[in-house]
């Protein structure tokens, strides 16, 4: 079956700190990778996208590349801020989403 | 810009209590969809209407039934509100099935 896996939280990091969340993923085809950003008390927003092997996903200094050998999808950044701090959720499309269970991001100052 | 809007954003129920979740879009989407997000649980999905006029079963719809009313509307309904359904519960769309999800702000349900 289709599934996403990502790792435990929280994660809590001070600000310019490097940020790795690592995610990968079960597919039975070749799936859309996703990371959306959920902000306290709001919905999940769209982050960043992929849709095939090698490419790499990018928005507001998150990146994330589509790695078929380790079915990957790690989200990175290289300096985060204080206004960073979201839950993250890994995604794929495979005619309909899965979601990853999130990962809960705070950077202090 | 509206996007997804869902109504009413906090909702308190008594067992037993039925209501119905709001959710409506104004970007012409195809289809539309329905998650719970409990905590450590990421989003199940409960129903989806993959196009005006359908509508399937997501991963955990016991308790709840859904309308799509038209192209833009896309309800939730539970008959009979037990505890284990208190929850976050958030409306999405998107184009078509295989296209983005636009996400609603959620409503936060406490059934008492």
């Known amino acids: 079956g289709n599934s996403v896996t990502q790792m435990e939280g929280p994660v809590t990091l001070s600000e310019e700190a490097f940020l790795t969340i690592n995610c990968t993923y079960t597919a039975t085809g070749y799936p859309s990778l996703f990371w959306y950003v959920q902000y306290p008390g709001e919905g999940l927003q769209l982050l960043l996208k992929a849709t095939k092997a090698d490419d790499k996903g990018s928005n507001k200094g998150f990146e994330a590349t589509y790695r078929k050998e380790t079915t990957s999808f790690h989200l990175e950044k290289g300096s985060v801020q204080v206004s960073d701090s979201a839950v993250y959720f890994c995604?794929?499309?495979?005619?309909?989403?899965?979601f990853g269970t999130g990962t809960s991001l705070t950077v202090i100052p | 810009n509206a996007g997804v809007t869902q109504t009413p954003k906090f909702q308190v129920l008594k067992t037993g209590q039925s209501m119905t979740l709001q959710c409506a879009q104004d970007m012409n989407h195809n289809s539309m969809y329905w998650y719970r997000q409990d905590p450590g649980m990421g989003l199940r999905l409960i129903y989806y209407?993959?196009?005006?006029?359908?509508?399937d079963k997501g991963e955990v719809p016991n308790g709840y039934n859904v309308s799509r009313l038209n192209k833009r509307e896309f309800s939730l309904r539970l008959e009979s509100a037990a505890p284990s359904q208190t929850s976050v519960y958030f409306c999405?769309?998107?184009?078509?099935?295989?296209?983005?999800?636009?996400f609603g702000a959620g409503t936060r349900l406490s059934v008492l």
């Open positions: 209407s993959a196009s005006e006029g359908t509508t």
């Open positions: 995604a794929l499309n495979w005619g309909q989403f899965y």
């Open positions: 999405a769309s998107s184009l078509g099935t295989e296209n983005i999800q636009y």
